[in-house]
């Protein structure tokens, strides 16, 4: 492959170069400093050849730059091995997990009847199955995850702040998910060692106990081996945690059913509540799924872009999201329902509900529980793998792509997440999850800008190259690598929120119409947002859009086959605004005119 544009660029500047008339070079008083004081020189020296030997490995005429590397190139054709069944089975091994089991409850309490929470978690997540393809359709299209997509959106250097949001987020969550991957090993442990029960607590006034931090670094240290795992080649586990946990939450139900003898007083539990207050708890209760589900609609392109082809992503998601997030959530209702009949009391947990199972300290009964507890504990793995520690490892890349990859994202993901202390975060404050969920308020007004953008200003065209381009002029530099209309949409969209999300955190009081307003948080956070990015578009174009809707599937094969180096080079030799300006106008495919002139 002989790339002419690039070879004539760098003969061009190689003349001018020998034309310039040489100026005597500037003395460096760092260096000055560092020839006059040898110990320095040597802590520099060894300094620059530490920094060396932990630089990613890159493949051979690869080099790692500011904004690009292995990971965050384009998916190339050989990786996207993800077809309709895996979009299936990841949802449906990600649906089953205690968070989901556990969901239907807020409703019942609130006074709903057990038919109408089941409905509003249909309706939730049928809406979160529309935002993921949505929000997924540029992963599935041009092959990039959401670091890169949102370089589009919020600028090269802009786009950080989103980045760090979801890393914060993704280790906190890993954390808490560990942690309860953590009580799942405890059962088991219990299962078949009654007697860990009365462990001697080496660590007392830490917040937890001995043989709680010992179920917990288990579970830690038992993730690991799956951190190192390529996302490409993940779909194998979440194929084998769909067909574990299924199995084992219909065996849970049975169980509980036949030794309650019936199915309890859940099930025929009227309403008690009616009128408006009625639709209020209707929508908080729908509200719970879309906050539940924040995160990851925000980082769907960090897996859509695996996809075989763009249209895998759409009835796959569209059907599993809200079939497998609602049927678990009707087991734990049922589940719960006939354990009330069993203990006279409403236990929502299924880990609470496990542990009464081990009262009797019958054989029989200790190994149904190790079973459901190791089952439960795969299920916390493949939510955390896919919900967290790929999220964060994809998002630092693009913090540090020249040292971080994603295995190595994830490990640093874990080790946070365990000097966090998670069972601080848990037992300090009742309403932690409030804050968790709360945090959704960010979440939304990110996708409203990134929907806005993609659909709304872009019409579905992306120059992939420019994407890895930070030199003035390139399509997403903007202004000094930020847009500002991205950032006032941002915060246009949390502020339709500030005083309810207040509220949530610190109980305070606020009138009644300001926390109705945040009851609907994620569908004003990321309608609000997106209508003022489009807004702000339309008062101040920007350049690289199309009056037509313009995807092109085929526009990053050529970057994803193609060298990090290269495709700097590539993005480099095209950064004259004028030029660009007058391409667009002139109708030309900017993606066609650079692949002519790069690919022999």
């Keep these: 492959m002989v790339r002419e544009s690039i070879e004539v660029r760098d003969e061009k500047v190689e003349n001018e170069k020998v034309d310039q008339v040489s100026e005597p070079e500037k003395p460096n008083r760092f260096s ?44 190339e054709v050989a990786r996207q091995t993800w077809g309709w069944k895996n979009f299936v089975s990841f949802w449906i091994a990600d649906s089953f997990n205690i968070n989901t089991w556990e969901i239907a409850a807020t409703g019942i309490q609130l006074g709903l009847t057990w038919w109408q929470v089941w409905l509003c978690v249909w309706i939730g997540y049928f809406f979160c199955g529309v935002f993921v393809v949505l929000s997924g359709r540029i992963g599935a299209i041009y092959h990039v995850s959401f670091p890169v997509a949102g ?13 760090i949001n979801r890393v914060v987020m993704a280790c906190v969550w890993y954390g808490v998910q560990g942690w309860l991957g953590g009580q799942c090993i405890q059962v088991c442990l219990l299962a078949i060692w009654p007697s860990a029960r009365n462990m001697k607590n080496g660590i007392p006034n830490s ?3 001995t043989f709680e931090f010992l179920s917990y670094f288990l579970f830690w240290l038992f993730s690991l081996p799956f951190i190192y795992i390529r996302p490409h080649n993940l779909r194998h586990l979440f194929m084998v945690k769909a067909a574990i ?35 209020w708890a209707f929508m908080t209760a729908i509200m719970n799924s879309l906050s539940n589900f924040a995160t990851i ?43 009330t009949l069993l203990y006279d009391e409403n236990i929502w947990n299924p880990l609470d509900v496990l542990h009464k199972f081990l009262e009797g300290n019958k ?66 404050s009742s309403n932690f999850t409030t804050y968790l969920s709360a945090y959704a308020t960010f979440l939304s007004a990110i996708a409203g ?36 209309r991205a950032f006032a949409a941002y915060f246009c969209g949390i502020a339709i929120n500030v005083v309810g999300f207040a509220d949530a955190v610190s109980d305070g009081g606020v009138n009644e119409t300001a926390r109705k307003m945040y009851q609907l948080n994620f569908f004003l956070g990321f309608f609000v947002s997106a209508l003022t990015f489009y807004g702000f578009n339309w008062l101040s174009p920007v350049v690289g859009t199309r009056q037509t809707w313009s995807e092109d599937p085929n526009a990053s094969a050529m970057y994803a086959e ?20 007058r391409k667009i106008a002139g109708g030309d495919d900017p993606v066609k005119v650079r692949t002519d002139t790069i690919i022999a």
């Design 449 to 484: 800008c990134s929907f806005a953008d993609y659909y709304m200003v872009r019409k579905g065209y992306i120059y992939v190259g420019d994407l890895y381009n930070a030199t003035k002029g390139s399509t997403y530099m903007f202004r000094y690598g930020v847009n500002w």
């Design 297 to 339: 609609i925000v980082n769907a392109p960090d897996f859509t872009r695996f996809a075989k082809e763009p249209n895998a992503i759409v009835l796959s998601q569209l059907i599993a999201v809200p079939t497998a997030f609602s049927l678990t959530s009707f087991i734990g209702i049922i589940v719960s329902s006939s354990a």
């Design 562 to 581: 193609i060298t990090t180096d290269e495709l700097s080079q590539d993005s480099q030799s095209y950064n004259d605004q004028d030029e660009w300006d």
């Design 207 to 209: 917040g937890t106990t």
């Design 151 to 163: 370089r589009s959106t919020f600028g090269i250097f802009g786009s950080i702040w989103p980045v």
């Design 32 to 75: 000055e400093y560092l020839s006059n004081h040898p110990r320095m020189a040597q802590y520099n020296s060894q300094f620059q050849r530490f920094l060396q030997w932990i630089e990613v490995p890159t493949k051979e005429g690869e080099v790692n730059t500011f904004l690009n590397n292995e990971d965050l190139k384009p998916v």
């Design 245 to 279: 946990v299924p199995v084992a939450g219909i065996a849970f139900l049975v169980w509980t059913c036949v030794k309650a003898h019936g199915i309890g007083p859940i099930m025929k539990q009227p309403a008690t509540i009616h009128g408006s207050v009625m639709g």
């Design 363 to 428: 054989s029989g009964s200790r190994a149904g529980v190790f079973f459901l507890g190791f089952a439960f504990a795969v299920a916390q793995l493949g939510t955390n793998i896919a919900a967290n520690s790929l999220s964060a490892g994809t998002d630092m890349t693009a913090l540090l792509p020249k040292y971080i990859n994603i295995r190595r994202g994830g490990f640093i993901c874990a080790g946070i997440a365990l000097c966090i202390c998670p069972w601080h975060l848990l037992s300090s």
